[in-house]
């Protein structure tokens, strides 16, 4: 899962930095649209709105949609793990704390990841790179939940761990999604394949728990989220992730989970008015180290420069 890729040409990063902002932008237009829309009603129209972009694309491409029962219950099966589980989890946990911070949390999923391969497959063992940078980033979660809990904010402590939660869930669809590199599928199939899965659950549970017609009807700054939400940070941040995958590696892609807060942070302060505390960026901080220890190219280098050191 986690091996040392090529370097990234120019192309690669700048689809890396434009995949980062709309993976960060989610956190924020999950805050905006929360202000007028319960969490179930906000990520049914996400992925809605995504399965009807995607399914269009996948026509106007000449592109066909399986009808193999085995392969929509793989679909459905992504949807929950990849969808439907922490879309919901963190959007709830969004109303709670600051988009950044739920960002930060988030951040996350490649310890869990890691933790879940190592359990569940058989190619993807622990080595002492991944071992030790899953205890470094856990510590930096676990630095900033310690103090929620011992200031008793009990909202904002659950909120957290909801995050977190999405986060695990995330780690699990990782490795579930390994079953489709052998079932056939294009990498644009079976995104739209999980969304459309994940709308058809989501879209009545939403309309049962929610009832959002009973209410006061969104006004357009919640609709102008909903559909940044769904066509920008869902659609065309799949389709730039597959581009990715395939051409830069699961490795070098490790780097968005790092950047995305970045994204996020900045536009809760710009346009939310949020401030996070010392901690929260302290935590990052760590979380970042982690990540480093895990890639191993921080450590291939340190080893570098001392050697040319030592030789001089």
Request: net charge positive; with cysteine.
């Amino acid at each position: 899962m986690i091996t040392i890729n090529r370097t990234m040409d120019p192309l690669e990063w700048v689809l890396l930095v434009t995949l980062s902002v709309l993976w960060g932008g989610s956190f924020f237009f999950v805050r905006v649209a929360l202000a007028e829309l319960g969490p179930f009603t906000i990520v049914a129209l996400r992925v809605g709105l995504a399965a009807l972009a995607l399914n269009a694309l996948v026509v106007v491409l000449g592109q066909r949609m399986p009808r193999d029962p085995t392969l929509w219950l793989a679909f459905f099966g992504m949807g929950l793990l990849n969808n439907m589980i922490p879309f919901t989890l963190i959007a709830w946990g969004q109303g709670h704390i600051a988009s950044g911070l739920a960002s930060i949390l988030n951040a996350a999923t490649p310890f869990f990841t890691i933790v879940v391969a190592h359990f569940l497959t058989r190619d993807e063992p622990f080595t002492l790179n991944r071992l030790f940078g899953v205890v470094v980033g856990f510590a930096g979660v676990v630095y900033m939940l310690g103090a929620e809990v011992s200031e008793g904010s009990a909202n904002r402590s659950w909120a957290q761990v909801a995050v977190l939660a999405g986060a695990l869930s995330y780690a699990f669809a990782g490795v579930f999604g390994r079953r489709f590199r052998t079932l056939g599928c294009s990498p644009l199939v079976t995104a739209c394949g999980q969304i459309t899965a994940s709308a058809m659950v989501l879209a009545p549970l939403a309309l049962t728990m929610e009832r959002f017609w009973a209410q006061p009807w969104p006004g357009l700054e919640t609709w102008t989220a909903i559909f940044g939400l769904a066509l920008f940070s869902t659609t065309l941040a799949y389709l730039i992730y597959f581009r990715l995958l395939a051409s830069a590696g699961a490795t070098n892609l490790l780097l968005v989970t790092f950047l995305i807060p970045a994204s996020a942070i900045l536009l809760g302060i710009l346009f939310l008015g949020e401030r996070l505390e010392l901690r929260h960026l302290a935590g990052l901080v760590i979380i970042g180290l982690g990540l480093a220890a895990i890639d191993g190219r921080l450590q291939g280098k340190i080893r570098k420069l001392t050697k040319n050191q030592s030789i001089t």
